[in-house]
């Protein structure tokens, strides 16, 4: 499995953004997939995630009022809306992707996930 992001860049505070994830090389019908995110000098941290079998979601708590995780079944791509951006969310966006174990995608154990793609740098300026 293969993983792209894009869409990253520098918005204002108070923008949105969307993030997209392109998957190649995927065969199962169901896998998990998330969204990871580092900031200068912080640990990996789960932001929200998503059973492609299904389309059922789980956010982090500290931001689910303002992301959203989607997918495109047909074009094998996973995306991330965020709105009113806020400067704590500067940090380098992962898309990760691991097989589904029967049960909930973990948005906050990274190393569920057995792919990664090289990340999409989000920069909100106040």
């Known amino acids: 499995v293969q993983l792209t992001e894009s869409g990253g860049g520098s918005v204002q505070a108070g923008g949105s953004l969307r993030l997209s994830c392109a998957a190649s090389?995927?065969?199962?019908?169901?896998?998990?997939m998330a969204w990871f995110r580092q900031a200068p000098g912080k640990g990996r941290e789960g932001v929200a995630s998503?059973?492609?079998?299904?389309?059922?979601?789980w956010y982090n708590e500290r931001v689910k009022d303002r992301f959203t995780i989607s997918q495109d079944k047909a074009q094998n791509t996973m995306s991330l809306h965020i709105n009113s951006l806020e400067p704590e969310d500067t940090a380098v966006y992962y898309c990760?992707?691991?097989?589904?174990?029967?049960?909930?995608?973990?948005?906050?154990?990274?190393?569920?996930?057995?792919?990664w793609g090289q990340g999409t740098q989000v920069t909100v300026s106040s």
């Open positions: 090389g995927v065969t199962s019908s169901t896998m998990c």
């Open positions: 990760a992707a691991g097989a589904w174990d029967g049960s909930y995608c973990s948005v906050a154990i990274a190393r569920t996930y057995s792919y």
């Open positions: 998503i059973r492609t079998g299904d389309g059922r979601t």
